[in-house]
């Protein structure tokens, strides 16, 4: 190395650790601290929204590997939806036109899941939504055998074809399954025994 490239080599060097790139191998913790230490700064904007917003907003949803978030309204985005959310330290994502809010697929939900366990060849459901695609996903216990295929093929379509009262955007997917021990998680899923 010649003399004269060694102040070169040195200012490089400055500008990145300034520029704040990370060390080539971090720790396990600071590395799952940047990729989801943001996230209570996630769900104050999801509430802040739907607070702002409670007649467009259609929910939030964190990446699964923290480097990001997305936002749903059901019809345009607000200019000021995408103001306020550039305060987070992540890639923000938007879609509008959805056509539903979250507090409707959480009413559908309900009806759903209520409509589900008042049939009588139900054992037990849990039901779920997801917010950014609008569907109302059940998963129903029943008492018809599994080898009588096309008695629980006209069950799912009975329950699929439940009216929510809701705005059509809304679907509804039904699952038929062997045993049902959940309990809810979060706001969006309910689960309730008979």
């Known amino acids: 190395m010649t003399r004269g490239a060694r102040p070169a080599l040195l200012a490089a060097v400055l500008a990145i650790s300034l520029t704040g790139f990370p060390p080539e191998n971090p720790p396990a913790e ?4 940047g990729q989801h230490g943001w996230w209570p ?3 104050q904007m999801g509430s802040q929204l739907q607070a702002k917003f409670p007649d467009e907003f259609a929910g939030s949803e964190r990446a699964a590997d923290g480097s990001g978030v997305w936002f749903g309204f059901k019809g345009e985005v607000p200019p000021e939806a995408i103001a306020m959310a550039k305060t987070l330290p992540v890639r923000v994502a938007f879609t509008g036109g959805l056509g539903y809010t979250e507090e409707e697929l959480a009413a559908a939900r309900d009806v759903v ?5 008042a049939q009588p060849d139900t054992v037990n459901a849990a039901s779920a939504y997801d917010v950014k695609t ?9 008492t018809i055998p599994p080898e009588a ?5 006209a069950k799912v379509a009975r ?10 955007g809304i679907r509804i997917r039904a699952v038929l399954v062997g045993n049902i021990e ?5 706001r969006t899923s309910a689960a309730i025994s008979r």
């Open 30 to 33: 600071a590395a799952a601290t």
């Open 41 to 43: 700064c996630d769900k």
């Open 149 to 153: 295929a096309a008695e629980r093929a």
């Open 182 to 186: 959940v309990t809810p998680q979060d």
């Open 159 to 168: 329950i699929n074809a439940i009216s929510t009262s809701g705005p059509p």
């Open 113 to 117: 899941h209520q409509a589900v366990l």
């Open 134 to 142: 609008g569907t109302v996903q059940t998963w129903v216990e029943t």
